[in-house]
């Protein structure tokens, strides 16, 4: 049997509603489905303002954009993370500020954030790393004695609730992913919250190409302009009908990734209790949306030989993110990987676990016995 990293779960009513949006004849961005998409996320997490994007990537470039980043700024983020995250500060001439992670979590440490604010500080952009949320309401405070903008990226947290707030409630700006890797998938796209209600019409202006076209599909102008800078940050009335169908499943996935967490727990429960291995320890008043599995090995040694024994049984379990200060570019930066040894070593020895929504249905007992046995192999 194969176990890939990930796999495409399809919901019941996938091929109905992206049938409907194909002959619709509708295709572009904030039509039907997209109109469907927000108003689900709206009613379900009480989200302020919701904007489809083409990617979760797009969403941080317009979050970026509408948060007014530029040259001179300084922006701290961790380094632990996709390079989406970064992308969105450096496209723009900001300089990227890294910052340690708490290795409980893996995201970034709100310990540390504040050592690292200066007078060009403009933002900080926690992610919420596997869905487990990050420390929001400690970085919030943190943003106002500073005045600064705080824009979440939830890439991997729709669904999770901290402190009893839905990821991407508190903040100002929060971004969310639905590339085919994330629990629901439109294949590619993203979506950008705005809490702040000041921002919404420029939102509005940015994601349609810098154009108030808002203004004249609402009958408050009769012809558009270009008003402001933009982009084209629209999602596909097509890809927001396959989202749909994802988000409309939403329970349904979440009981059946919730199985692949809890089979995890259980086998690699005992390591973790010998101090071999950790795992990730989110707070008691976190609840998960079931993203990811990953843990930390004691050495890469052992780190490796486990990877290598489940590939021998094609369970394909995958390295984590390689940090962004030492990677080529984080190093033209003028960054070193002894900057954030933390950060380093950790990276060095994590690996992320085969995770999607139909292993609950097949193949979980053969993963689950694969990867007892290389655990037992690596440490007896």
């Not at 998938?185 to 076209?213: C, H, M, Y």
């Not at 949306?289 to 094609?314: G, I, P």
Request: glycine share 8%.
């Amino acid at each position: 049997m194969k176990i890939p990293f990930n796999k495409v779960y399809f919901p019941a009513r996938e091929d109905e509603y992206v049938l409907e949006a194909l002959h619709s004849g509708a295709h572009c961005g904030n039509h039907a489905f997209c109109d469907k998409v927000i108003a689900l996320m709206k009613s379900r997490y009480g989200f302020r303002n919701v904007f489809l994007t083409p990617s979760g990537t797009a969403a941080l470039e317009m979050g970026a954009v509408l948060a007014g980043i530029g040259p001179g700024d300084e922006v701290i983020l961790p380094s632990y993370t996709f390079s989406s995250t970064v992308n969105c500060v450096v496209l723009f001439g900001a300089k990227p500020v890294f910052c340690e992670v708490d290795p409980r979590t893996m995201n970034i440490d709100a310990g540390r954030i504040e050592a690292l604010v200066t007078p060009r500080t403009k933002m900080i952009i926690p992610i919420d790393y596997a869905g487990v949320p990050c420390e929001i309401d400690a970085i919030m405070e943190i943003a106002e004695r500073h005045g600064l903008i705080v824009m979440q990226d939830c890439a991997q947290s729709y669904g999770s609730v901290h402190k009893g707030k839905p990821c991407g409630s508190v903040p100002h700006l929060a971004t969310f992913s639905f590339h085919e890797t994330k629990n629901f998938s439109a294949g590619e796209g993203g979506a950008l919250i705005v809490n702040v209600p000041e921002w919404d019409l420029r939102a509005s202006f940015l994601q349609e190409k810098g154009t108030d076209r808002r203004l004249v599909l609402n009958g408050m102008k009769n012809k558009y302009s270009w008003v402001d800078k933009g982009s084209s940050y629209l999602m596909s009335d097509i890809l927001a009908a396959m989202l749909f169908s994802q988000l409309e499943a939403e329970d349904e996935i979440r009981e059946k990734r919730a199985k692949v967490t809890a089979a995890y727990l259980d086998v690699f429960g005992p390591y973790v209790r010998r101090g071999l291995v950790r795992v990730f320890e989110p707070a008691p008043y976190v609840t998960l949306n079931h993203h990811a599995f990953w843990t930390v090995f004691d050495t890469e040694e052992n780190k490796r030989r486990f990877m290598a024994l489940l590939r021998e049984k094609e369970i394909y379990v995958y390295i984590g993110y390689l940090p962004l200060h030492s990677a080529p570019y984080g190093q033209k930066l003028g960054y070193r990987p002894e900057d954030l040894p933390l950060t380093e070593d950790l990276a060095a020895r994590i690996v992320r676990m085969p995770f999607y929504t139909s292993l609950a249905d097949e193949g979980l007992s053969y993963c689950m016995e694969h990867v007892q046995h290389a655990l037992h192999t690596v440490y007896g």
